[in-house]
């Protein structure tokens, strides 16, 4: 079962969506799978990372503006270049194993959606697998 969820974001940032997949597979009634999430957006993408300490997001972040610097050369006309390689380093998809209906993800773990060229209303498809 597909599902189309959306969510506003800010400029940049990794905004926490465990709960709204987790909802997704409570509705399905699936106790046994997995499930597969997937940004259908070429600057925002999505990862798995800790949850418990606030500074490990804003480390992610400080480190992939210090990978993927502005830079003059850049070539795309839009100038949003670097969230596009943001974008990219993180991915576009996870996929969580779903154990007695709720996803399986480590203690400190959480699904987070990461905007790189925000502010907008964004998208993510939820693919709830059951085996």
Same mark, same amino acid.
């Given at each position: 079962m597909l599902q189309s969820l959306?969510?506003?974001?800010?400029?940049? &940032?990794f905004l926490p969506i465990t709960q709204k997949v987790q909802r997704c597979v409570t509705e399905t009634q699936t106790k046994e799978g997995y499930v597969l999430v997937f940004c259908p957006h070429t600057t925002a993408g999505l990862t798995i990372n800790e949850n418990a300490d606030p500074d490990v997001v804003q480390d992610m972040l400080l480190g992939l503006r210090n990978a993927f610097a502005e830079n003059s050369?850049?070539?795309? &006309?839009?100038g949003n270049s670097t969230a596009h390689l943001k974008a990219s380093a993180m991915g576009s998809s996870v996929m969580v194993p779903i154990v007695q209906g709720r996803l399986s993800l480590g203690i400190w773990q959480d699904i987070y959606f990461?905007?790189?060229d925000g502010p907008r209303t964004r998208t993510f498809q939820v693919m709830v697998v059951p085996t």
């Open positions: 959306t969510i506003a974001t800010i400029p940049e &940032a050369n850049f070539r795309h &006309a839009e990461c905007e790189f």
